[in-house]
Protein backbone atom coordinates (compact mmCIF):
# COMPACT_ATOMS: atom_id res chain seq x y z
CA UNK A 1 0.00 0.00 0.00
CA UNK A 2 1.38 3.51 -1.39
CA UNK A 3 2.09 5.86 1.47
CA UNK A 4 0.91 9.60 1.17
CA UNK A 5 3.27 12.27 2.73
CA UNK A 6 0.87 15.49 4.23
CA UNK A 7 2.67 18.65 5.60
CA UNK A 8 0.46 20.11 8.75
CA UNK A 9 -0.68 23.44 9.54
CA UNK A 10 2.21 25.77 11.96
CA UNK A 11 4.75 25.77 9.13
CA UNK A 12 7.03 28.61 8.78
CA UNK A 13 9.25 29.80 6.33
CA UNK A 14 12.86 31.32 6.73
CA UNK A 15 14.10 33.35 3.88
CA UNK A 16 16.88 35.24 2.33
CA UNK A 17 16.79 37.99 -0.47
CA UNK A 18 18.88 40.82 -2.06
CA UNK A 19 16.97 43.38 -3.85
CA UNK A 20 16.36 43.12 -7.45
CA UNK A 21 18.17 39.69 -7.56
CA UNK A 22 18.02 36.01 -6.06
CA UNK A 23 15.98 34.93 -2.72
CA UNK A 24 16.01 31.47 -1.05
CA UNK A 25 13.91 30.02 1.51
CA UNK A 26 13.36 26.93 3.92
CA UNK A 27 9.90 26.02 4.81
CA UNK A 28 9.80 24.70 8.29
CA UNK A 29 7.32 22.43 9.26
CA UNK A 30 6.18 19.29 10.65
CA UNK A 31 5.71 16.26 7.83
CA UNK A 32 3.67 13.05 8.52
CA UNK A 33 3.32 10.25 6.77
CA UNK A 34 0.52 7.61 6.58
CA UNK A 35 1.57 4.40 7.84
CA UNK A 36 0.27 0.66 8.33
CA UNK A 37 0.02 -0.67 11.70
CA UNK A 38 -1.11 -4.18 13.00
CA UNK A 39 -2.61 -4.58 16.56
CA UNK A 40 -3.41 -8.20 17.04
CA UNK A 41 -5.58 -9.40 13.98
CA UNK A 42 -6.25 -5.87 12.80
CA UNK A 43 -4.50 -3.92 10.32
CA UNK A 44 -5.38 0.17 10.91
CA UNK A 45 -4.10 2.97 8.67
CA UNK A 46 -2.36 6.04 10.89
CA UNK A 47 -1.01 9.09 10.16
CA UNK A 48 2.26 9.76 12.11
CA UNK A 49 4.65 12.28 12.32
CA UNK A 50 7.93 11.47 10.10
CA UNK A 51 9.76 14.68 9.99
CA UNK A 52 9.93 18.20 12.26
CA UNK A 53 12.06 20.93 10.76
CA UNK A 54 10.37 23.93 12.75
CA UNK A 55 12.49 25.88 15.02
CA UNK A 56 11.67 25.47 18.81
CA UNK A 57 10.45 27.91 20.99
CA UNK A 58 13.04 29.95 23.37
CA UNK A 59 11.30 28.95 26.39
CA UNK A 60 10.56 25.27 25.18
CA UNK A 61 12.78 22.57 27.33
CA UNK A 62 14.95 22.03 24.58
CA UNK A 63 15.47 25.08 22.32
CA UNK A 64 18.54 23.00 19.97
CA UNK A 65 20.12 25.55 18.05
CA UNK A 66 19.58 24.72 14.30
CA UNK A 67 21.34 25.32 10.85
CA UNK A 68 19.93 26.12 7.71
CA UNK A 69 22.06 27.06 4.57
CA UNK A 70 20.43 29.66 1.94
CA UNK A 71 22.27 31.15 -0.72
CA UNK A 72 22.14 34.12 -2.23
CA UNK A 73 25.26 35.43 -4.98
CA UNK A 74 25.67 39.19 -3.69
CA UNK A 75 28.60 41.44 -4.36
CA UNK A 76 30.96 42.59 -1.34
CA UNK A 77 29.19 45.03 1.14
CA UNK A 78 25.48 44.26 -0.69
CA UNK A 79 22.90 44.37 1.92
CA UNK A 80 20.79 40.79 2.15
CA UNK A 81 17.34 40.67 3.62
CA UNK A 82 16.36 37.72 5.42
CA UNK A 83 12.68 36.95 7.29
CA UNK A 84 11.11 34.72 9.04
CA UNK A 85 7.20 34.40 9.09
CA UNK A 86 4.80 32.09 10.67
CA UNK A 87 2.33 30.40 8.38
CA UNK A 88 -0.94 28.81 9.77
CA UNK A 89 -0.18 26.29 6.69
CA UNK A 90 1.71 26.18 3.45
CA UNK A 91 1.64 28.45 0.67
CA UNK A 92 0.05 25.85 -1.39
CA UNK A 93 -1.80 24.72 0.92
CA UNK A 94 -3.22 27.78 1.60
CA UNK A 95 -3.96 29.04 -1.89
CA UNK A 96 -5.87 25.61 -2.50
CA UNK A 97 -8.20 26.12 0.37
CA UNK A 98 -8.54 30.38 -0.97
CA UNK A 99 -6.45 31.27 2.30
CA UNK A 100 -4.80 34.90 1.03
CA UNK A 101 -1.36 35.61 2.29
CA UNK A 102 -2.39 38.45 4.39
CA UNK A 103 -4.37 35.91 7.10
CA UNK A 104 -1.97 32.64 6.35
CA UNK A 105 1.85 34.78 6.58
CA UNK A 106 2.88 36.64 9.73
CA UNK A 107 6.22 38.14 9.95
CA UNK A 108 7.78 37.12 12.91
CA UNK A 109 11.24 38.30 12.71
CA UNK A 110 13.29 40.55 9.62
CA UNK A 111 16.58 41.89 9.35
CA UNK A 112 19.55 42.76 7.32
CA UNK A 113 23.21 42.00 6.88
CA UNK A 114 25.96 43.44 4.66
CA UNK A 115 27.73 40.26 2.18
CA UNK A 116 31.27 39.68 3.13
Known sequence: MPSRRA??????????WIDGGE???EELARTFADRVE??????????RQVADSRIAALASDNP?????ELRVHAVR???IHWSLDHLLMPDAMASEQGVGQG?????VHEGTLSAP
Open 7 to 16: ICSDAGELAV
Open 23 to 25: RDS
Open 38 to 47: RSGSHVHLVR
Open 64 to 68: APIEI
Open 77 to 79: GAT
Open 103 to 107: INRMR
